[in-house]
């Protein structure tokens, strides 16, 4: 006979009866991820996951892998809060896992501050925290270990591909004019990309960067920021988005002006992720590259926490295997390989 857990979601404080044990749980507060209150099998492992959002096909590609892999089938019994963007919600979200005493906590934290109160909760309560995608400036003892991509080395990729791209097309003497589109400010992969690819735009003194703003790693504030920037600039040489959504509302304000763009037009387009529909604007010709940032954590997250369950250490960081694409590339044949 199974041994069951409880956990309970937006109930007042209550005492439940697990077998002939009693269990008082505290009242939470969240209102995503609802349930009223479900029996776990002890053997599970219980992990509360808190997610920025669903701001890009990254995200919902990231959300699908953590979803798929975290089964009861794997042997987890997964809580999932969705913060849509917002660092309290993802707070209040870290707190109610700490009420349900789930086993870990996987933390995909939107912006780098403003977790250290919230963590040492966490660390008080005795829950493992993984942090996931992001990280969180904190002191490193708040976390197990971190699993991510290298943003900052894709930014720096960016920017020698920008360099070698010049070259062959024999415009390296010329003044290049560029904007930068950045993902939520803040957030590890913005503040990744941006400081990456300024190594690079520092090394050369024909590179000139107009402006850089935030387009919140959507497509609807990519557009909004990109119609700015037109407006604004009469040349834009080149356009540096922080992810491939903003990178398809670029594409759209540069059209909608009348401007032309990726390997054959006037605006050559830089773009992170690598999503699907990355590979259909290349291949329709209106983006130039994509750094792949890989979203499927799911598989080694689930490692990671098995491990930590049988009582095994992890590596502190974790980075995850990123390659780049570009029309120099058999780009249909690779899509088809592509995963998400
Ligand atoms: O943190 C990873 C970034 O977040 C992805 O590049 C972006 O698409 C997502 O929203």
């Given at each position: 006979m199974n041994i069951l857990k409880n956990i309970l979601y937006l109930l007042p404080a209550a005492v439940l009866c697990v077998g002939c044990t009693a269990k008082e749980v505290p009242s939470t507060e969240t209102g995503?991820?609802?349930?009223a209150e479900d029996q776990v099998d002890e053997n599970l492992i219980v992990v509360g996951v808190s997610q920025v959002g669903a701001e890009s096909d990254w995200r919902n590609a990231h959300t699908e892998s953590i979803k798929s892999a975290l089964t009861s089938e794997n042997g987890f019994y997964l809580i999932f809060e969705d913060a849509q963007q917002k660092q309290e919600n993802q707070i209040k979200a870290v707190r109610n896992f700490i009420l349900q005493e789930v086993d870990y906590i996987v933390l995909a934290p939107?912006?780098?501050?403003?977790w250290d109160a919230v963590l040492q909760e966490a660390k008080d309560a005795g829950i493992p925290v993984i942090l996931d995608d992001r990280l969180a400036d904190?002191?490193?003892?708040?976390?197990?270990c971190w699993l991510g991509t290298n943003a900052e080395k894709e930014g720096e990729d960016a920017g020698h591909w920008l360099e070698d791209y010049l070259k062959d097309s024999g415009r390296d003497q010329e003044t290049v004019k560029m904007v930068t589109l950045q993902?939520?400010?803040?957030?590890t992969a913005q503040i990744g990309r941006t400081n990456g690819f300024s190594k690079v735009l520092?090394?050369?003194?024909?590179?000139?960067?107009l402006e850089m703003m935030d387009g919140d790693f959507t497509q609807a504030k990519g557009q909004e920021v990109m119609e700015e920037l037109l407006k604004k600039y009469e040349e834009i040489d080149v356009v540096i988005c922080e992810n491939d959504n903003m990178a398809f509302g670029a594409v759209d304000a540069i059209k909608a002006a009348g401007r032309t763009c990726g390997p054959e037009g006037e605006i050559t387009i830089i773009s992170f992720d690598a999503v699907r529909a990355a590979f259909d604007a290349m291949i329709a010709g209106d983006i130039n590259v994509a750094f792949e940032c890989n979203p499927l954590h799911g598989p080694k997250l689930a490692e990671i926490l098995k491990t930590l369950s049988e009582g095994g250490k992890v590596d502190k960081i974790q980075y995850m295997e990123e390659k780049y694409f570009d029309m120099t590339m058999d780009l249909e044949s690779i899509r088809e390989t592509r995963a998400y």
């Open positions: 995503a991820g609802v349930h939107i912006v780098e501050t403003g904190v002191d490193e003892d708040l976390y197990t993902g939520t400010l803040g957030a520092k090394e050369h003194d024909n590179w000139e960067m």
